[in-house]
């Protein structure tokens, strides 16, 4: 291929793009998968918001939660989504990405973006079918600031999964990961439950949580109801995305078939 | 030119030697023959080759590039199929073919006309828009050659292409490959099926347990183990054999006569056949039948090892057993 550095760019990025096809192509492709994922998240903002919603007075809890579920459905998706990778082990993909000649890191990054686009395209089904909770969607500008919190949420989280991914090779391992790592990170968060109201020691292991801040940037966009200023909340999600973004390029690029 | 050049290529996992100090040279357009039994480590040098495992110790040279420090050139000139399938099954053929040509960064135009290639080479073209899960174990196998080839490779990997695959559609794959040869690709190819490696390879190295233990071309190979012989079922044996003293022109060793029938041991039976029917019929001998005896691989095996490389020849559930341990 006779072609300058214009053109060797353009061939790089379309080895990003091609990784992140295919994880758009198997979304599309089975749509029953992804009815079923969003069965949980809509069985805990109707359920739960409206359960739980009766027993906290002086909170509009219907709304408080479209916020948290969104984040929910952002990080358990984003979540599967990376640590996929232990099924491309054992079903044998990882082998034809690894032999081709492309930069793992461009895997790296093909995968966040294709993962990240899924999970925010089933956050949003969930904050559209919020409204029938009653809450509605903010201006322009708030509604672009919203998705691009999404999809910092959702990058970050792919991110994880990829890293873990990386270092573990058995399938059974992945509910480990289900267990000590995805449910504590949606429980111990303000997901639920406002930061104020939480117990003292609650609160301090859910500002530690990197999803809180996420879901409080939403909070803030779409019910001006944030616990912490908009800025830190971006800048936490910014740092978090970077930092796991270096982490699980340096275990991607480690690992083997 | 040689395609592949390695020097004592090992690979130990905890201690334990797959791979034990390979010297192998494979010339340019030569399809070479990896054949043993599971377990004999031919996967095992196939990723070494491929860049997918890390040598121990020891050097490959593929297409004149180091496995170990031009990994990248190395996967650009290659084009490999794995013993398992490496397929997406959620997506279609086309699919499949149009993110590996992205991943060789294959532009656009020359993509597509690459995927009507391959996908017709291997006559699946009215497939291209189905989802792979629903194809059959061998239409997968065909569109990962397919596959394998789309970035017109120089030298292709095939590993076991036809395991686990009926008689019918392997004869249709050795096709494929055969044709591939013709059109001067360079191939290796791993098998534990001694009619495959006879059938198809220009040179094949037996290995087992790791090493090397022989090495040459089919019919050389055979040569060797000596077991090769003739019968002939005619009027006169015993004058057959003088004659077959006197004239000198025939090899032949072990003779043996039962009845009307002489067979001896001869290292070419398909040279000699001629050569012996001329002279029985100067000697007016009439010659009623002709067999020949010709060694198979597995004797070639056999002779080497002293086991039959079929008593090795794991099952699918074994080999599933033997993955899982491994952790794959
Ligand atoms: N990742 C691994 N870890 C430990 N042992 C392995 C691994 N891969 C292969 N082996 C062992 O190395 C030997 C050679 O395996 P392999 O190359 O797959 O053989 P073949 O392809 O000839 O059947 C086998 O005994 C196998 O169990
Ligand atoms: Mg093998």
Same mark, same amino acid.
């Not at chain 2, 997406?88 to 040509?101: E, K, Q, T, V, Y």
């Not at chain 2, 020949?292 to 056999?302: A, G, M, N």
């Given at each position: ?138 201006? @322009?500008?708030?509604?672009? !600031? ?5 999809? #910092?949420? =959702?990058?970050?989280? *792919?991110?994880?999964? %990829? $890293? ?60 001006? @109801?944030?616990?912490?200023? !908009? ?5 936490? #999600?910014? =740092?978090?995305?970077? *930092?796991?973004?270096? %982490? $699980? ?9 | ?328």
């Amino acid at each position: 291929m006779k072609c300058g550095g214009v053109c060797s760019v353009a061939i790089e990025l379309d080895k990003i793009y091609a990784v992140w096809l295919r994880e758009f192509k198997r979304f599309t492709n089975s749509k029953g998968r992804m009815v079923g994922s969003l069965g949980m998240p809509l069985l805990f903002m109707f359920a739960l918001g409206s359960g739980i919603g009766s027993l906290m007075p002086g909170l509009n809890y219907n709304l408080f939660i479209v916020p948290g579920i969104v984040g929910m459905t952002l990080l358990f998706n984003s979540m599967f989504s990376g640590v996929s990778i232990i099924w491309d082990r054992e079903f044998g993909f990882l082998k034809e990405m690894l032999v081709a000649p492309t930069d793992r890191l461009n895997i790296v990054l093909g995968r966040i973006l294709g993962g990240a686009t899924t999970s925010v395209l089933q956050g949003l089904i969930i904050l559209l079918l919020g409204t029938f909770m009653g809450m509605s969607l903010p201006a @322009a500008p708030q509604f672009l !600031l919203t998705v691009l919190v999404m999809a #910092l949420i =959702a990058a970050s989280f *792919v991110a994880v999964g %990829i $890293a873990f991914a990386s270092v573990i090779r058995e399938v059974e391992t992945f509910q480990l990961v289900m267990n000590f790592v995805i449910m504590p990170l949606f429980f111990l968060s303000n997901a639920l439950f406002p930061l104020d109201k939480m117990p003292d020691w609650l609160r301090v292991i859910a500002s530690l949580n990197p999803l809180s801040y996420g879901i409080d940037a939403m909070r803030d966009l779409l019910l001006n @109801a944030g616990a912490y200023p !908009l800025m830190l909340d971006l800048s936490v #999600l910014f =740092a978090f995305f970077a *930092v796991v973004t270096v %982490i $699980a390029s340096y275990l991607f690029g480690k690992t083997s078939i | 030119m040689n395609i592949i050049e390695t020097e004592g290529l090992t690979k130990k996992f905890n201690g334990f030697t797959a791979v034990d100090g390979l010297n192998l040279t494979v010339k340019e357009g030569e399809l070479f023959g990896l054949l043993g039994p599971n377990g004999a480590g031919k996967s095992t040098t196939m990723y070494m080759l491929t860049t997918l495992l890390k040598p121990t110790s020891g050097s490959a040279k593929v297409n004149g590039f180091d496995i170990k420090t031009q990994a990248h050139q190395v996967r650009t000139s290659i084009g490999v199929v794995f013993q398992d399938h490496t397929l997406d099954d959620r997506l279609s053929a086309f699919d499949n073919l149009d993110i590996h040509g992205r991943l060789y960064g294959i532009p656009g135009g020359e993509r597509q006309k690459r995927i009507k290639a391959v996908l017709e080479l291997v006559d699946l073209p009215e497939w291209a828009d189905k989802q792979v899960r629903v194809f059959s174990g061998g239409m997968k196998r065909r569109l990962e050659i397919a596959r394998g080839l789309l970035q017109t490779p120089k030298l292709l990997f095939l590993d076991e292409p036809t395991l686990g695959l009926d008689p019918q559609t392997r004869r249709h794959i050795w096709e494929y490959i055969e044709k591939l040869r013709r059109e001067g690709v360079s191939i290796i190819l791993s098998t534990h099926y001694l009619e495959e490696a006879d059938y198809l390879c220009d040179r094949v190295a037996i290995i087992d347990h790791g090493k090397i233990v022989a090495l040459d071309t089919p019919a050389a190979l055979k040569n060797i183990v000596q077991g090769s012989s003739i019968q002939i079922d005619c009027s006169d044996p015993q004058k057959l054999l003088a004659e077959l003293g006197k004239s000198k022109s025939v090899k032949h060793t072990n003779a043996k006569i039962a009845g009307q029938v002489l067979t001896f041991g001869t290292p070419e039976p398909g040279r000699a056949i001629p050569l012996v029917m001329k002279l029985a019929e100067k000697a007016k001998i009439a010659v009623n039948s002709i067999e020949t005896h010709k060694p198979s691989l597995e004797d070639v095996f056999i002779h080497y090892t002293g086991r039959s490389i079929r008593e090795e020849k794991g099952s699918g559930v074994d080999e599933m057993r033997r993955r899982m341990f491994r952790g794959h």
